[in-house]
């Protein structure tokens, strides 16, 4: 383990640096720069509120705040968000990289780290305006950042694990690319984020938690729709498959690190 985190930390400044050239490169030449960061995933959430709020009138079951639905639908929508930059840009790390690859020496377990990186900075932007939305309504609770801080930590790894994995595959199999957005596309709709498990039928409603990312949704929206800690047990399958995932990555990272130049 020593000699993972090692070349990670003795390329600290790289890391940095990359971290800062990517929202540097990405906003400089437009007129609204970083305020762009803000408004697409506003437009999405707006929308979203807009079709199932007030012309679905959809309600969450049990719940009749006034603003349920929108905390509800605010807390799955960002760290969904969150989930699939991480994996989006994770799946072309390597192929975007690959002069640099070829050019200079460094450790390239250190790209997935830049891209956590990123995404996490991003996050942090929108998801302050979301604090914000809590605090004009009166729902927010500082504890509820502390119950976030676990879930999110178990987010991040199982988002990083599985984009390394993804990122090496894409190398060799470049098919791999496309078919992560159509697994995307279904993953959101099979995530309870603009619906709640509780409206589906039983033969549904027992096989949903399956995915790892409805778990950690789930999690996310007990904290901030009713302001208590959720039951981290209710995570330990997704700490498990984050484990693996993570063991069986880096081994296959150790595998074609050698051949991973050449095919690029």
């Known amino acids: 383990m020593l000699d993972l985190f090692k070349p990670i930390y003795s390329h600290r400044s790289f890391i940095w640096g990359s971290i800062k050239r990517d929202f540097q490169s ?14 697409q995933p506003l437009s999405m959430i707006a929308v979203y509120t807009l079709v199932f709020s007030n012309l679905m009138k959809a309600r969450l079951p049990g719940e009749l705040g006034e603003y349920a639905f929108s905390i509800y639908l605010c807390s799955g929508l960002l760290t969904w968000g969150l989930f699939s930059e991480v ?13 640099l690859l070829k050019k200079q020496s460094f450790p390239r377990i250190c790209l997935p780290i830049i891209v956590s990186s990123i995404a996490v900075v991003n ?4 998801f302050s305006l979301f604090i914000f939305f809590l605090l004009i309504i009166g729902k927010f609770n500082v504890f ?3 119950y976030m801080f676990p879930v999110l930590i178990l987010q991040l790894a199982f988002s990083a694990a599985l984009g390394l994995f993804i990122g090496l595959l894409n190398v060799f199999v470049r098919d791999v690319g496309q078919f992560i957005d159509v697994v995307l596309q279904l993953g959101f709709w099979a995530t309870p984020i603009v619906y709640s498990a509780e409206i589906l039928p039983v033969a549904f409603k027992e096989h949903i938690y399956i995915n790892p990312m409805a778990r950690i949704i789930h999690c996310y929206q007990e904290i901030f729709l009713h302001n208590k800690m959720p039951d981290y047990s209710f995570l330990t399958p997704v700490l498990i498959i984050t484990i693996g995932v993570g063991i069986f990555g880096y081994l296959f990272y150790l595998r074609c690190n050698k051949e991973l130049v050449d095919e690029l």
């Open 26 to 39: 990405r906003y400089q030449s437009s007129f609204l720069g970083a305020l762009w960061l803000i408004l």
């Open 87 to 99: 994996l989006l840009r994770s799946r072309s790390m390597f192929i975007e990289n690959s002069n």
């Open 123 to 126: 996050f942090a932007i929108i």
């Open 144 to 146: 509820s950042l502390m």
